[in-house]
């Protein structure tokens, strides 16, 4: 699959007037970053842009919404465009599937390198860190009004995506653009203090609980721990609050990849997978997900103590052969 | 007192032959960061330069230590440049004040913005994030050869001393450098992982212990707990692996003040107090401890649930004050 220009991106978008924005589900900093970023330059110039969302908003990214979301898909139905970004597959919008398919137009941006480029006008650039670096290239082809909103929002994307600049896909061009940020009325002390000064209780305790009974195996290169149903009630936390808890999991001494197995549904088991060195994606594929080498996930089916066995067996195998 | 330019700064090194590096006590990333990134600059142009300590270099840090530490103190008496990074004050560097002063020329290079300029030779630039930054442009001015490891110890102390580009101190030129450190050969997530993914599991497991029993009162304003010889045997921890946890503690959103109380010895109880909005150091102050208004403590007698109740209710007390 070639990707097109942005200016190629920017034309269309220029040429539309209702657009609909799709973020992927358990919206993170960079989907929901991009997206606001995206939508208002859009209104700026005078389109009718919505982000449109089917699950809820975490606590910590809901300063990135100004006004810009909306729950009801209709608005979007028949959209001169449909912009899904940070994401190239329909199952990363379920519930909003159709809507999108609707758009006369389909335009996908994305980062990750698994992305199907479901658009007729397609970006996807897997070496970039954030979506964010590339709505910002994208906001600089449209001759965008980039104001303080707006940096702010990229900031929120590229810092989040990049774990504070310090992930391996951290590159040059990444503080390159957050550089340029500045220059467009960027507060990132203020936006930080959003995006992390923010944690409830909840999450705290919830990150509390998992860690208390996390264990390390493979000789002291791998770690797992669960989220059942039941320490998300014990904790008053919601599963989005376990977002980041795998990282921190990765940054104890001698780990090499971290687990975290999911109960999301009864049956549905999400497991989420980091690594220093170790290639995670590969074993994500081997159980029908994907991602990044060094940050991926697979969805399975069985009871949570079954798939923490398969994945400890599974990462166990991989550190083996290494 | 006025800086003088970077130009004087390094003629002044080109014509000295010995250069002893002085950063502070207690050194930090910005600290050593700086001094052995100068450090190795200057041997590259056949300088004998080291970098002269007189405290334990912390685990996380001594990545930056490539044979560039020395604790004799002996072999930089009398130095041709006594240059000292990341401070300004005799008091910064206690025991190795005599050697410093016996430097035919004093150099200071530092960020605080209540620096003393105690060298000849001063340049402090209190609008810069870290000495780091300070640093680099010493080396454009000395035309040095930046190689991958002076740019990994730039980064270093940069990303550190700006609490990974998060905290109010951070500009356009903080990125700005980094971004130039990627052209020197930068491997930021190799820096990264040196710095920051090398914590104990003991240490995450009693931050998870401790947080799952953490309780928040006064109306959600502030969080309490404790952490016993049972919590760090269970752990497998050490009582400094609860360094930084009240921080964490305090990141919780709507939360003013947040108290850890820690079993030191039988019948011996530390608490640590940290502070949004209010004002900790006068709840210290009347238990006989002290410290700042956002970050106090104090040492009490009695048993661990005497003492956390205690303390709860002065907190109670404190805010319901204001």
């Known amino acids: 699959m070639n990707n097109n220009t942005f200016k190629e991106i920017a034309d269309a978008l220029e040429h539309a007037y209702t657009i609909g924005i799709y973020p992927h589900i358990l919206m993170d900093g960079d989907a929901l970053g991009s997206a606001a970023a995206i939508c208002i330059a859009l209104r700026k110039k005078g389109k009718d842009a919505s982000v449109v969302i089917e699950d809820k908003i975490p606590d910590n990214l809901s300063f990135l919404d100004r006004n810009v979301c909306t729950s009801d ?24 599937a159709d809507t999108f398919l609707s758009g006369k137009k389909k335009i996908c941006i994305d980062h990750h390198p698994t ?21 910002y290239e994208l906001l600089l082809a449209m001759d965008a009004d980039i104001d303080t909103v707006i940096a702010n929002s990229l900031f929120a994307a590229i810092t989040t995506d990049t774990g504070n600049f310090q992930y391996s896909n951290t590159t040059r061009r990444s503080h390159e653009i957050v550089m340029k940020l500045y220059d467009h009325g960027l507060d990132s002390y203020d936006t930080s203090v959003m995006l992390y000064e923010n ?18 195996f493979a000789g002291g290169k791998a770690i797992i721990a669960c989220v ?12 989005e609050d376990s977002e980041g808890i795998v990282g921190t999991m990765r940054s104890i001494k001698g780990i090499d990849i971290a687990v975290l197995v999911k109960e999301v549904k009864d049956n549905v088991i999400k497991v989420s997978m980091r690594a220093k060195e ?43 052969r290494e």
Request: glycine share 12%; with cysteine.
């Open 115 to 135: 992305s199907e480029g479901i658009g007729d006008l397609n970006y996807i650039d897997g070496s970039a860190a954030a979506t964010g670096e590339l709505i």
């Open 228 to 239: 059942s149903n039941e320490m998300l009630r014990q904790a008053g936390a919601q599963m």
């Open 73 to 96: 898909q209709k608005r979007y139905e028949h959209a001169d465009v449909s912009l899904c970004v940070d994401c190239g597959e329909l199952s990363r919008f379920p519930e909003r």
């Open 199 to 216: 944690e409830s209780f909840a999450k705290i305790r919830l990150m509390g609980i998992i860690m208390s009974e996390a264990e390390v």
């Open 278 to 320: 170790g290639n995670v994606s590969e074993i994500a594929v081997r159980f029908g997900g994907g991602g990044h080498v060094k940050a991926a996930g697979c969805t399975l089916n069985g009871d949570l103590a079954a798939v923490r066995k398969k994945m400890q067996k599974a990462v166990e195998e991989s550190l083996c």
